[in-house]
């Protein structure tokens, strides 16, 4: 950031020399079509006394224009960095102006200083501009802009950069979301597509199983005869389970006249063991 905005500064002094030397340029250009300047060229065959008043003139303006020259450079010096956005409103402010601006700019200095000094500057060539003293105040001033515009600068920078990584993680977390959501709907529709083979398979192998065991059953049906003889059986069993059970009430009836006749029997020899007892005592 530093490094864009000193090359920016030196640029801005790159351009700012080359502006007023093209308008030095133009407005010697302007003024060597003037008549002074072309009387200036036939007073050179003149006598001595003019080619002296002629010297000395060269030499003043000569002074004035190393004079502007510094003074120039010291406000070039003087001038803090410029940003980029100075650069481009320079521009477009040297743009906007017209022929008629600028000369009324090279014009200007000349009422000013007198009507001499002005036949100077113009038989030099050299523009002067009306230029405000600079202070130390004032450059310190816009010391304090630029410094609070690179702080802006860089805060802004600082803040697009989080912002722009923020920005691209979210998208990359979106995007490897997707890609994973992604892939867990192909493995569902790969088990869908899967499981419906799978259902289709199943339900040929049923309907050929049901099929198959209908006609077992439908056969067995027909070898039975209507279930005739298997009815026949079961009455005779029944007839046969009958039978059982009469014969099993008749034992059990036996049973019981064989057990009331045990124990009237042990009644009886147990009195008579008692009276055997009773006898042997007395």
């Known amino acids: 950031m530093d490094a864009q ?7 801005a002094g790159a351009i700012r020399p080359t ?3 093209s308008r030095s340029a133009t407005s010697a250009a302007r003024v060597t079509s003037d008549p002074v300047k ?3 060229h036939l007073h050179k065959h003149k006598p001595h006394r003019h080619h002296h008043h002629h010297d000395h003139r060269d030499r003043h303006s000569s002074s004035r224009r190393h ?5 120039v450079q010291s406000a070039l010096q003087l001038e803090p960095p410029t940003s980029f956005g100075d650069l481009l409103k320079q521009a477009r402010g040297s743009k906007d102006t017209t022929p008629s601006h600028s000369r009324k700019g090279s014009v200007t200095p000349g009422h000013f200083d007198g009507s001499r000094s002005g036949k100077e500057a113009d038989d030099v060539g050299i523009v002067i501009m009306p230029r405000r003293p600079l202070r130390a105040q004032d450059v310190e001033i816009e010391s304090k802009r630029v410094e609070a515009r690179e702080r802006a600068l860089r ?3 600082q803040t697009l950069s989080d912002q722009s990584m923020k920005t691209s993680r979210r998208l990359d977390d979106t995007y490897y979301a997707i890609l994973e959501k992604v892939s867990v709907l192909r493995q569902t529709i790969g088990s869908l597509q ?8 199943l339900r040929v192998n049923f309907e050929s199983d049901t099929k198959e065991l209908l006609e ?4 067995q049906v027909e070898g039975f005869d209507s279930f005739r003889i298997q009815q026949a059986q079961v009455e005779g069993l029944e007839t046969r389970i009958k039978a059982g059970r009469e014969k099993a009430d008749e034992l059990t009836s036996r049973i019981v006249k064989a057990k009331e006749r045990v124990d009237a029997r042990a009644k009886a020899e147990a009195e008579w063991e008692a009276q055997n007892t009773r006898k042997l005592i007395q």
Not at 67 to 71: V, Y
Not at 216 to 219: F, K, L, Q, T, Y
């Open 38 to 40: 072309k009387s200036s």
């Open 194 to 201: 899967e499981l419906s083979g799978l259902t289709k398979e």
């Open 155 to 157: 805060n802004a920078l």
């Open 216 to 219: 077992d059953v439908e056969g």
């Open 67 to 71: 004079a502007a020259k510094e003074a």
């Open 19 to 21: 502006l007023y030397h």
């Open 5 to 11: 905005l000193h090359l920016h500064a030196g640029i």
